[in-house]
């Protein structure tokens, strides 16, 4: 996925309000970014982290940036914006370049299923296979050497849980897929110790036959790019 334009460098003062990012841009004194992560975001937004952010000329917008990427103090870079996180693995897909979901004929993103009113990330198609059910999660949160996800309680998330669980006992394949935007981040757990119901209903899916795939991510202020396959820890 590369950036429509140039990022533009600063350095980040802090996040407040969930949704707004005070920056001090170089050269260009202080603005207010919107923030495009509902997460807690721990470890990816401490005051001084150097940080870039795209703009835009949309006057219908209220903040004209957005923050995208951020690298922490050992120099891991971030990708900030869960929205990029299914425009990279659509990119991948539609290249198929991840092995364990190529040779499908037909990728549709957004697609209607189950019976909770939910949304498919990506549903992929092919004469000769079954039905494939993907769901995407961004993954940045890092501790003690292993990523986690989630990084606050999603009941939203647990609902995506059942939803794939629920297309596998109907004979469909379902994959849940983790893109990780965290460059320091080698294997993905389950974040028990934040959302212990998620953890539980990740079990029972796994039990029932819900593929699960972690995939990691090349970073930088041109392109993000998803990468090589990361381990999940069960």
């Known amino acids: 996925m590369q950036f429509n334009n140039s990022l533009i460098e600063g350095v980040l003062i802090k996040r407040y309000k969930r949704f707004l990012t005070d920056v001090t841009l170089l050269n260009k004194g202080e603005v207010v970014a919107h923030c495009p992560n509902t997460g807690a975001m721990t470890g990816c937004a401490e005051p001084g982290m150097q940080v870039w952010l795209s703009a835009s ?25 869960t929205n990029n996180a299914n425009k990279i693995v659509g990119e991948a897909l539609t290249m198929q370049t991840i092995s364990e979901l190529a040779g499908y004929d037909s990728v549709r993103a957004e697609v209607r299923f189950g019976h909770e009113n939910s949304r498919i990330d ?17 993954v940045t949160l ?7 996800f989630p990084d606050a309680k999603t009941v939203r998330g647990q609902k995506h849980l059942r939803e794939l669980t629920a297309m596998v006992e109907q004979g469909y394949r379902a994959v849940l897929l983790f893109c990780v935007q965290h460059t320091g981040i ?8 934040i959302d212990p119901k998620y953890a539980q209903m990740f079990a029972q899916a796994v ?23 990361l381990p999940v820890i069960v």
């Open 57 to 81: 000329d949309n006057p219908k917008r209220k903040l004209g940036y957005t923050w995208e990427l951020a690298v922490t103090q050992q120099g891991h870079w971030i990708g900030i914006n």
């Open 122 to 138: 990506f549903l992929l198609s092919a004469s000769s296979k079954q039905d494939c059910y993907i769901e995407v999660k961004s």
């Open 142 to 148: 890092l501790e003690d050497d292993e990523g986690y």
């Open 186 to 193: 080698q294997s993905v757990k389950v974040a028990e110790h």
């Open 207 to 229: 039990e029932a036959g819900v593929e699960v795939l972690a995939y990691s991510c090349v970073i930088n202020e041109q392109n993000i790019t998803l990468n090589q396959r």
